[in-house]
T-cell receptor
Framework: DTAVSQTPKYLVTQMGNDKSIKCEQN?????MYWYKQDSKKFLKIMFS???????INETVPNRFSPKSPDKAHLNLHINSLELGDSAVYFC?????????????FGSGTRLTVV | GNSVTQMEGPVTLSEEAFLTINCTYT??????LFWYVQYPGEGLQLLLK?????DKGSNKGFEATYRKETTSFHLEKGSVQVSDSAVYFC????????????FGQGTELSVKP
């Protein structure tokens, strides 16, 4: 059983389209995250939710909207896609926000905007 | 603000060579420190962690010691294998940051047979 699963794994779409990425974790964790990894492998946090409540909302264009229907799911919807949105998006979860806990990551969604 | 700096890559080693990847950090208080590994086309996996000064994290032959006096958490392995080829990320997590993990820029390691 995959602990943190993301779908789709690959997403190729045209500029201006709207797309969603889904994430589910079966670890019973309370906290979930979205990170963006750029072409140089740099990882930056976008959002985090703790038990369905938004905790972190970094400086991300408001075209990006996360939604957490329950604590096991955190989806990412992107409106009006731009070329600069091309990246790998990772979902992750941790037991709590506690400082001693690391994350479990999904395998990523490679988004290519053409 | 909090930050993590890693040595520049790529690092190329021969099999069985000794590995060191340097990591230093800037943070208020006493963060927890982590090393993650990313194999090609995969997500990140937790390699090891240390949650307080002088703690040593270890896993799969890799080790790192939390040095508060030098604000460092260098990754070491005594004898690398081709299968260790990957990108390695140092990261920190501080209190009152909503659980945010801050990553260094990653260091690519290539091990040749």
């Amino acid at each position: 059983d995959t602990a943190v699963s993301q779908t789709p794994k690959y997403l190729v779409t045209q500029m201006g389209n709207d797309k969603s990425i889904k994430c589910e974790q079966n670890l019973g964790h309370d906290t979930m995250y979205w990170y963006k990894q750029d072409s140089k492998k740099f990882l930056k946090i976008m959002f985090s939710y703790n038990n369905k409540e938004l905790i972190i909302n970094e400086t991300v264009p408001n075209r990006f909207s996360p939604k957490s229907p329950d604590k096991a799911h955190l989806n990412l919807h992107i409106n009006s896609l731009e070329l600069g949105d091309s990246a790998v998006y990772f979902c992750a979860s941790s037991p709590t926000q506690g400082v001693n806990y690391g994350y479990t990551f999904g395998s990523g969604t490679r988004l290519t905007v053409v | 603000g909090n930050s993590v700096t890693q040595m520049e890559g790529p690092v190329t080693l021969s099999e069985e060579a000794f590995l060191t990847i340097n990591c230093t950090y800037t943070a208020t208080g006493y963060p927890s420190l982590f090393w993650y590994v990313q194999y090609p086309g995969e997500g990140l996996q937790l390699l090891l962690k240390a949650t307080k000064a002088d703690d040593k994290g270890s896993n799969k032959g890799f080790e790192a010691t939390y040095r508060k006096e030098t604000t460092s958490f260098h990754l070491e392995k005594g004898s690398v294998q081709v299968s260790d080829s990957a990108v390695y990320f140092c990261a920190l997590k501080s209190y009152n940051q909503g659980g945010k993990l801050i990553f260094g820029q990653g260091t690519e390691l290539s091990v040749k047979p």
